[in-house]
Nanobody
Framework: QVQLVESGGDLVQPGGSLRLSCAAS??????????MDWYRQVAGKQRELVAT???????HYADFAEGRFTISRDNAKKGVYLQMNYLKPEDTAVYYC???????????????WGQGTQVIVSA
């Protein structure tokens, strides 16, 4: 069974930094990880994309994340990371890891989600 597990969420002061990690498990040899993403969600609002990275390492960011956040991945460890710097109170949210998996035995790609990790930016 495929699982994504995030870690690294915490309470941090404005201007501070956090590094979120996400590890995928339960992925057999015939399954390939395509895109790996970070989303976030504030209670009562829609989940929004923070950053995405392809299997080749290309990265794209939401406007609010550009210049402050860095997404990276370790394909060997099946992990994706989000380094967040210069955090602002409006970055407070639950951050979710997501991965798109593909396989020759599936008719279409499948997106999996982690359980989320809470980030609170407050003085």
């Amino acid at each position: 069974q495929v699982q994504l597990v995030e870690s690294g969420g915490d309470l941090v002061q404005p201007g501070g930094s956090l590094r979120l990690s996400c590890a995928a498990s339960g992925i057999i040899d015939r399954i390939r990880i395509s895109d790996m993403d970070w989303y976030r969600q504030v209670a009562g609002k829609q989940r929004e994309l923070v950053a995405t990275t392809t299997s080749s390492g290309s990265a794209h960011y939401a406007d609010f994340a550009e210049g402050r956040f860095t997404i990276s991945r370790d394909n060997a460890k099946k992990g994706v990371y989000l380094q967040m710097n210069y955090l602002k109170p409006e970055d407070t949210a639950v951050y979710y890891c997501s991965a798109v998996l593909q396989s020759s035995i599936w008719s279409r790609p499948a997106r999996y989600w982690g359980q989320g990790t809470q980030v609170i930016v407050s003085a």
